[in-house]
């Protein structure tokens, strides 16, 4: 009977185990329109890269600089509203759309210190004990911001006295996060 069904309908029984790869995904990674709007009204638009079948997507979201704020001093807090961002779980309709994270709350970042180059920012944990993904996350969403040159680097270092680094955004990264540790060279301090 079995044999007759699988006859009628095209599909050859075989012996032999296939392996054609993983089902394909019917996760779209895009959201409707009333979607897309940041999760948070109040501040500065921003974007933020968010994992969503295997890629890094950029996704709408809004941080709070007070007026005012000295330009070195705003850079930093854009650069921890972010952050904040990155480490926040995705709002329910982003969910459903196959968006998440890798980034872990808790993740603080500061500004140069003595001998760091200008644009330099500390996180509060070395960037080489990040996931990929999460690092991915984080480089790609501070090098077009108002966090780092907007040239698609940002220099970062850790809180300890390893040497700080120009991670590099490319369209590896952004098609392959979880491949490699995005590109850098080490950055040297004055």
């Known amino acids: 009977m079995l044999a007759a069904v699988l006859t009628g309908c095209g599909i050859r029984a075989t012996q032999v185990p296939t392996d054609f790869g993983p089902a394909p995904s019917r996760v779209p990674c895009t959201l409707a329109g009333t979607d897309i709007a940041p999760q948070s009204s109040q501040g500065i638009p ?8 295997r890629q890094l997507v950029a996704v709408g979201r809004a941080v709070s600089v007070p007026d005012g704020t000295p330009d070195a001093q705003r850079r930093v807090l854009v650069a921890q509203g972010l952050l904040d961002q990155l480490s926040e779980r995705p709002s329910a309709a982003e969910d459903q759309a196959g968006y998440d994270t890798d980034v872990q709350s808790g993740l603080r970042v ?6 760091d180059p200008e644009d330099a920012l500390r996180l509060s944990t070395a960037p080489e004990q ?6 991915a996350q984080i480089v790609c969403t501070f090098a077009d911001s108002a966090a780092a040159e907007g040239n698609g680097s940002v220099v970062l270092g850790g809180p300890g006295t390893e040497p700080l680094r120009r991670y590099k955004c490319t369209t590896e990264v952004r098609s392959e996060p979880g491949a490699e540790k995005p590109p850098s060279s080490e950055v040297g301090t004055s």
């Open 130 to 135: 990040l996931s990929e993904y999460a690092l």
């Open 46 to 53: 921003v974007q933020v890269f968010l994992l969503c079948s």
């Open 110 to 115: 500061s500004g140069q210190r003595p001998g």
